[in-house]
């Protein structure tokens, strides 16, 4: 595949087709979709736009999908660089739209196939040889715009230059991260992955666990994702948990372990009643009214959700992962059980498929940690529990960088330098609340070590002390947390605003648009993923740049908490409003006043959170190999641009904020709080003077009884209070 070819066709608008040209679109390419006439075309793609959660970053992406029917526009096939097939999972269904599709192709244009479980060398049977040397499966994860993970097989007969150019493009512009497997039944994923979910029910009900205590174990416990077991089978699909599972036993008869594949009690009577998972409304859990009911395995009927008492989990759940897993298989309780029943035969069955479905032990984790979210693969597990302890005899799987080979002789796998993680570059300085990281090229990191990223008058100090020593020279300014950033440390003002000492809580704020201003005196880019709120988002605004994850969400939510963005948000509202007029600044008003946070990225594009400048990154593994070429490109912010308004802005502020508050958007405080903000976008005469106006606000409405209790109540309960 060209870097530069853009046009893809995708054949089939079922959930995969769907997802799949809904993701190409959001990345900006030009996409068709096709599925065998008009009417389906359309219906399928009506319900791809209602899926939850989206497919699309923003509604209107939709539209530049181009769509057509087999039937009738059949030929728009010999536009596309790269025709992706994903039609229904039926052999001859597959080899019949080839046979059609051969003679439209243009040259050199791709074809794949997205198939979870047929053979990809049987679907080439019967093609000429320029489309069975360019053929091969890729095989997207449900639902492509979350999952990163991508399988590629080719066949004995694809071009193995072909391979390398479309690993190559799948990574740079599809923003995948692509696994070459083997053209075995299932491939990784389902072969292993399924195997590995059917195992976990099995346990459950010999042992008598309950869907709930199976989730708490084999969720965040075993550093996998929350659904656990129960709630991802009910995702998937507990029909098509069968079908594959029925394939695999089907096209694998030379492996006695597929007999862990028959159907689980529990699994054939939901399927059997029609209870399939997430898409039937109820799988192995059902949601009536706010509550989640369960279904329990030995009365097969629903019942009110048990919260699971473990005490193996409360005690080992703060312990690094791997300790707390070897701890818990040796527990002599129902943690231990499951553990020994579950996990230690489904360590032992990655060893004894290993070579058969993957070309290396780490191809087979990335595969688990990146398609189902696993933190630590099975190999990678093995070797932190030790062979010995689960009966498997083997050396290390891993001994540094280098991977033990299937020959017997360890290799080092090849330089990825487009996927380094922050923790990839070594740390220069430790400071008490971040870190100074080297990324070459004179680029530092300075990345927060606080939980959530949050900024405290500490993190401040520290980080106008670096900047002001000349030290650092290009900045990329990022964090060593789950999130980015969660905002400033709301218990510095709630402790403040008890005791009335306001002259802090000035002194705070001044200090923290000071830091803003600072960085804005560097080359300085945000690198930032998940949450960008509050004071996150007021530094990241104050760098020259922002680089973000497709996926971050991003905004103030300030008046929630009783306050107004202070430090320095306001004003820099105020200034990306300004280029739109007085509209503009009434627009960042109402996004302010009413909390509004980005879907993603895209979305805080189009809600003035991010300039048209600052960059979506949509490959979830190069963020900071983006941030570093923004940050080598960067110059310095300066003072932000101030342009006078003409016109009523404060009336015309005051009559949106009326109208929100007539559709119960707004209550009267957060009126209140919002009029505290008025002089920065109405009356302020430049950033400084909106700078000083904003701190001014903000001490105001610490002031207020009702903020206080609105500050004290998210502190407390971890949610806002509405009064």
């Known amino acids: 595949m060209s870097p530069d070819s853009r046009k893809v066709c995708v054949l089939g608008a079922g959930t995969m087709g769907s997802g799949i040209a809904a993701h190409l679109a959001n990345l900006g390419f030009n996409v068709t979709l096709l599925d065998a006439t008009a009417e389906s075309v359309r219906g399928a793609f009506e319900r791809a736009q209602a899926v939850r959660p989206p ?22 096939v010999g536009e596309a660089d790269w025709v992706c097939e994903a039609i229904i999972e039926k052999l001859e269904a597959k080899r019949a739209l080839y046979r059609a599709v051969e003679p439209l192709l243009k040259p050199g244009a791709m074809v794949s196939t997205n198939t979870s479980g047929l053979q990809i060398s049987l679907l080439k049977e019967g093609m000429g040889d320029a489309f069975r040397r360019t053929f091969l499966g890729t095989h997207f994860f449900n639902p492509p715009r979350h999952l990163k993970l991508l399988e590629l097989i080719p066949t004995d007969e694809t071009d193995p230059a072909i391979v390398d150019s479309m690993t190559a493009f799948l990574e740079a512009k599809v923003a995948r991260r692509v696994v070459v497997a083997k053209d075995t039944p299932g491939f990784i994923a389902n072969r292993y992955g399924m195997w590995s979910m059917f195992m976990a029910v099995h346990a459950a009900e010999k042992l008598g666990l309950t869907v709930e205590e199976v989730d708490a174990i084999t969720g965040p416990f075993l550093g996998r994702p929350r659904t656990g077991s129960f709630r991802l089978n009910d995702l998937v699909g507990l029909d098509i948990m069968a079908d594959i599972a029925a394939n695999l036993v089907e096209r694998c008869p030379h492996d006695p372990a597929t007999k862990h594949l028959t159907l689980p009690s ?37 019942r009110e959700r048990q919260e699971p008492e473990l005490a193996t989990l409360t005690d080992l759940g703060r312990q690094p992962l791997h300790e707390r897993i070897c701890k818990a298989l040796q527990a002599r309780d129902q943690v231990g059980e499951f553990l020994r029943a579950y996990l230690t035969p489904t360590l032992r069955y990655a060893c004894d498929i290993k070579e058969e479905i993957s070309h290396n032990v780490r191809d087979f984790d990335r595969v688990m940690k990146w398609g189902f979210g696993w933190e630590s693969g099975p190999f990678e597990t093995i070797d932190a529990i030790g062979a010995e302890n689960l009966g498997i005899t083997t050396r290390k799987f891993y001994e540094g960088a280098e991977v033990l080979g299937y020959s017997g002789a360890y290799f080092l796998p090849s330089a990825e330098p487009q996927f380094m993680a922050l923790t990839d570059y070594p740390v220069i300085q430790t400071w008490p609340k971040f870190l100074l990281r080297d990324m070459g090229d004179g680029v530092t990191a300075v990345s927060l070590t606080t939980k959530m990223g949050v900024f405290d008058p500490d993190v401040v100090r520290d980080m106008a002390t670096l900047i002001q020593s000349g030290e650092v020279k290009r900045l990329v300014l990022t964090s060593e947390s789950r999130s980015y950033s969660a905002g ?38 945000a690198a930032v993923w998940r949450h960008c709120l509050g004071g996150g988002f007021e530094m990241a605004a104050s760098c020259s740049l922002i680089a973000a994850t497709a996926e971050t969400q991003i905004g103030l939510p300030e008046v929630k908490v009783g306050l107004i963005p202070g430090g320095g948000g306001t004003a820099l509202m105020r200034t990306r ?23 993603n990225a895209d979305d805080a594009r189009r809600l003035g959170f991010l300039r048209p400048e600052d960059v979506t990154v949509y490959h979830p593994d190069m963020l900071f190999t983006e941030a570093k070429r923004l940050a080598l490109q960067a110059t310095a912010r300066g003072s932000s641009a101030w342009a006078p308004i003409e016109g009523p802005v404060a009336g015309m502020i005051d009559r949106a904020l009326q109208e929100l508050k007539s559709k119960g958007l707004l209550t009267d405080h957060d009126i209140t709080i919002v009029d505290q903000m008025k002089p920065v976008f109405a009356r302020a005469t430049s950033y400084e003077d909106a700078l000083t106006k904003e701190r001014n606000g903000f001490v105001a409405v610490c002031k207020e009884g009702l903020s206080q209790a609105r500050a004290r109540h998210m502190l407390e309960n971890g949610k806002p209070l509405r009064n």
């Open 266 to 302: 529990s699994l054939q009577t939901l399927i059997e009643r029609g209870w399939t998972g997430a898409k039937a409304g109820q799988g192995y859990y059902r949601k009536e009214g706010k509550e989640l009911v369960s279904f329990d395995l030995k009365t097969l009927a629903y």
């Open 488 to 525: 400033f440390d709301l218990k510095f003002f709630v402790s403040h605003m008890e005791a009335k000492d306001y002259g802090a809580i000035d002194d705070g704020i001044a200090e923290f648009q000071r830091l803003g201003v600072l960085l804005g005196t560097l080359p300085s880019v």
């Open 55 to 76: 497919h699309f970053y923003l509604s209107g992406t939709a539209d530049l999908i181009r769509l057509g029917s087999v039937e009738e526009n059949l030929d728009w």
């Open 577 to 599: 409003g300004q280029a739109n007029g007085p509209k503009g600044l009434v627009e960042a008003v109402k996004s302010i006043a009413t909390g509004t946070l980005s879907d």
